[in-house]
């Protein structure tokens, strides 16, 4: 989000017409979304972080906040986590159990998990790709290319390979 976001603020103040700017900001949409899909961006670009502003069993909605969620595993594992401490996770894709033809359905925040669990997880867990682009790339980039004319959520949603019909 933040390395797209940076690309996007750099097009936007570039000078460069803003047919050409559109064009290279719908290329790095695509391209980025490729490369996602295709599992080419390194790990520790899908990790998030935020600080624990309080112990976590003192958060009364810790169970709607991924941070406090993986903090609590992580004291169950022994961590030390304290007040002030940030919170690395990621946002995993949805696990189909055995036996079973559809994923389990869970939220964002019951899906979040240190990255260390992920590099151990042996590829079991990955990334949820498509939370990513639909939540942490499209709405900083919808916002910035707000202003520009020929350029729409839906049109932004497209070029991530996002479904249209939710953003017209």
Not at 24 to 52: C, D, F, Q, S
Not at 103 to 126: C, D, F, M, N
Not at 132 to 147: D, F, K, M, T, V
């Amino acid at each position: 989000s933040k390395d797209t976001g940076r690309y996007v603020t750099d097009q936007i103040l570039s000078g460069e017409d803003s047919e050409i700017v559109v064009q290279n900001i719908y290329a790095h949409l695509e391209e980025l979304a490729t490369k996602m899909r295709n599992e080419e961006l390194p790990l520790e670009k899908y990790v998030i972080t935020k600080g624990l502003s309080k112990h976590p069993n003192d958060y009364p909605d810790g169970k709607s906040q991924p941070h406090v969620q993986v903090a609590k595993t992580m004291i169950k594992n022994n961590r030390n986590v304290n007040t002030g401490d940030y919170i690395p996770y990621i946002i995993t894709a949805p696990i189909i159990e055995e036996g079973s033809d559809k994923p389990k359905a869970t939220t964002s925040t019951e899906r979040a998990r240190h990255p260390e669990e992920i590099a151990r997880s042996g590829g079991v867990l990955k990334p949820d790709i498509e939370w990513y682009l639909a939540q942490q790339i499209l709405p900083p980039i919808g916002r910035l290319c707000e202003p520009i004319e020929g350029t729409s959520q839906s049109v932004l949603a497209a070029k991530l390979g996002l479904d249209t019909a939710r953003y017209n």
